[in-house]
Each structure stands twice: as C-alpha cells, then as structure tokens.
C-alpha cells in the first residue's frame, strides 16, 4: 500500500508561518491528486486543501483560504502545505492524503493515509 509520510511539525507562535512536506513511501506522487486534513482535539476531521496531479487545480477549506497555500514538486516527489498566519485554532494533527485518480477534489475520495504531524500553535 502506498503510505504518506508527512514532516515539518512542530510548535509555532500565533502569527507565525510553517510548512509542512508530504512524500509517498513507493514510487511518486506524480499521478497522484493530493491533500492535507487535520484534526483537532474532540472535531472531526476535516479537509484543508487539496491539489490536482499536475498542480492545475487547486482546494481549500474556507477556514485557511489566502492563509495556507498547498503545492507540490512532482521533481521532488513533494507536496507542501504552506501555513501562514497562524493561528491557536489551526491547532491540530495534519495529515496528508494521496488520491488515486488524481483530481485533489475534496468531494471525491482519497484512498492512502499517512500517520499525522502535529502542530501547535500558541498564543
């Protein structure tokens, strides 16, 4: 099974920006559509953004539009999900999800699943 494997968590200051990197544990991402979730402590999951294979469509959840930018390396077998001002509620595991048939569409499915990177945001 492919695996995700997400990197760049960590304890940051309200404010302040991170970014997160996503790979794949066999082959590449390059077919692949891309996402990231996170979950907070007692929510649901939810989806944050997402991105088509080649990077030509692109989602996010209102609750991080024109804060977090999500894009991808294909050369590097890499999606990024870039947190600008964060803020004590963006507080949650991330994790970062591959869909198979490539489209990053948060209505379609996303079949693997990586384990999570935390982040914290403090005040």
């Known amino acids: 099974q492919v695996q995700p494997v997400e990197s760049g968590g960590g304890l940051v200051q309200a404010g302040g920006s991170l970014r997160l990197s996503c790979a794949i544990s066999?082959?590449?991402?390059?077919?692949?559509?891309m996402g990231w979730f996170r979950q907070a402590p007692g929510k649901e999951r939810e989806f944050v953004a997402g991105i088509s294979w080649r990077g030509q469509s692109t989602y996010y959840a209102d609750s991080v539009k024109n804060r977090f930018t999500i894009s991808r390396d294909n050369a590097k077998n890499t999606v990024y999900l870039q947190m600008n001002s964060l803020k004590p509620e963006d507080t949650a595991v991330y994790y970062c999800?591959?869909?198979?048939?490539?489209?990053?569409?948060?209505?379609?499915?996303?079949?693997?699943w990586g384990q999570g990177t935390q982040v914290t945001v403090s005040s």
């Open positions: 999800a591959a869909d198979q048939y490539g489209s990053g569409d948060p209505t379609e499915g996303y079949d693997y």
């Open positions: 066999r082959g590449t991402i390059s077919t692949y559509g």
